[in-house]
């Protein structure tokens, strides 16, 4: 399929000077960054635990704290409230 990407300059000619390095097309070295970060995507989005697996996948460090309140929130919950 084709489509038009808008992408930075920098960082097109990085991408680009990175595929001739490596003996790649640019379309060879973009399909495979895509598929890698897919993958990796897909892979860490499965092990996500707790509130961030249904609510978004911020990075760690951004939400340390609201994971700390979260869990001590829901320590408090009584299990009988819920039924």
Known sequence: MKTTL?????LFKRT?????MRG????EFVTEALQEHLERQSSSGSSQRGWRSV???ARREEVE???IVVAEQFEQVNPDDWR
Do not use: N, R, V
């Open 65 to 67: 704290t609201i994971d």
């Open 24 to 27: 790649e097309s640019l379309k």
């Open 55 to 57: 609510f978004g996948q």
């Open 16 to 20: 680009k000077a990175t595929a001739a």
């Open 6 to 10: 808008e992408i930075p300059d920098e």
